[in-house]
C-alpha cells in the first residue's frame, strides 16, 4: 500500500473506440510494455450502450448511467435526471472529488472528440483543453507533464474510433491505426520519463467502447470487452486482473490511489487487485 502514496500524479488516458479483442494482434510494443510492468485486463466492461458519452461519463463519474443521467452516444445532457449533482453542475466525478477534498491539487482534461466537454465539471479543473486534432491535444498534454504540476490528468483521444466507423474494425486499417494509437503511447511515456516522474506517475490506460464491422452500441463481447491497464508505483508488475472490472470502477481506483472518499452514490470499486 505505502509505494502507492508515492503517486504525485495519474494519469489516464482514454482511446476512443479500442477495442481489447484487438490488443492480442496488434503491434503495440509501447502499450505491451505498459501491461508487463503494471496490471491489466482485457475483460473490463463498458456500460450499455456501448457508446460513447455513456461510458467516458461512467468511468468519470465512478457510475452507471442511471445514475449520472448520461445514457446515450451522444449525451449533451443527462437524459435521466441524475441522484445527484454537485455545486459545479453534474453527477459528482473524480475532478469535484478531487477539488473539493484536495483543493491544491491541479487537474486537466485534454480532449479531441467534443462530446467530452459536457461530461466534465469544468469550474472543478484547472486545465480544459478542446484541441481541433490530435496532434495538439498530444502537445497539450506533454506540455502538462512538463510543467510537473498536475495531479491529475485525463487525456481523451479519438482514434482509432474514427477507422472503426469509416474502414470497419479487426481490418488491416485498424490495425495500421493501433501502430500510430501506440507511437502516441510512447510519446507520453517519454514525456513522462523526461520529466522525471516516472517513478511518481500512475498511468492508466483504457478505452470506452471497442467495436463490431463499422460499429459499436451493441451487446457483443467485441464492443463490451475494453482494456484495462495500470501501471506505476506499488502496482504489480506483470499481473492480468481477473476480478471483474466495471469502466466506472476506473474512477474509484483513481480516488483509491490518491487517498480520497468517494461519493456515497458511486457504485465503482478501486481495482485492489492491480496493487502490491
Known amino acids: 500500500m505505502s509505494q502507492v502514496k508515492k503517486a504525485k500524479h495519474v494519469i489516464l488516458i482514454g482511446f476512443d473506440g479500442l477495442g481489447a479483442y484487438a490488443i492480442p494482434k496488434a503491434n503495440m510494443p509501447n502499450l505491451k510494455k505498459l501491461m508487463e510492468g503494471g496490471s491489466h485486463s482485457l475483460e473490463a466492461r463498458t456500460v450499455l450502450p ?9 468511468m468519470l463519474m465512478g457510475a452507471g448511467p442511471t445514475a449520472h443521467g448520461f445514457t446515450e452516444w451522444g449525451s449533451k445532457t443527462p437524459e435521466i435526471q441524475p441522484y445527484e449533482v454537485t455545486k459545479y453542475g453534474l453527477f459528482p466525478s473524480i475532478f469535484s472529488v478531487i477539488r473539493d ?18 461530461l466534465v465539471e ?22 502538462i507533464i512538463q510543467e510537473k504540476e498536475t495531479k491529475f490528468m485525463f487525456l481523451h483521444l479519438s482514434e482509432p474510433d474514427g477507422v472503426g466507423h ?27 520519463a523526461a520529466a522525471g516522474l516516472t517513478d511518481d506517475t500512475i498511468i492508466m490506460l483504457s478505452a470506452d467502447h471497442g467495436g463490431v464491422g463499422k460499429g459499436h452500441g451493441g451487446k457483443s463481447l467485441e464492443e463490451i470487452y475494453i482494456p484495462w491497464i495500470i501501471s506505476g508505483p506499488g502496482v504489480k508488475v506483470n499481473h ?13 481506483t483513481i480516488a483509491w490511489i490518491l487517498g480520497l472518499d468517494m461519493p456515497k452514490s458511486w457504485r465503482g470499486k478501486p481495482v485492489l487487485d492491480s496493487f502490491k
Do not use: F
Open 50 to 58: 456501448s457508446s460513447s458519452a455513456v461510458n467516458w461519463a461512467s
Open 240 to 252: 492480468e486482473v481477473k476480478d471483474l472490472i466495471m469502466t466506472y470502477d476506473t474512477g474509484a
Open 166 to 192: 469509416n474502414i470497419g474494425h479487426d481490418t488491416p486499417e485498424y490495425y495500421q491505426e493501433l501502430e500510430r494509437v501506440d507511437a502516441k503511447i510512447g510519446q507520453l511515456l517519454d514525456a513522462v
Open 122 to 143: 469544468k469550474d472543478a479543473i484547472d486545465v480544459v483543453y478542446h484541441g481541433e486534432t490530435e496532434e495538439l491535444c498530444m502537445a497539450k498534454a506533454i506540455e
Open 101 to 118: 477534498q484536495n483543493p491544491d491539487a491541479k487537474t486537466a482534461v485534454v480532449y479531441s472528440w467534443e462530446g467530452i466537454g459536457p
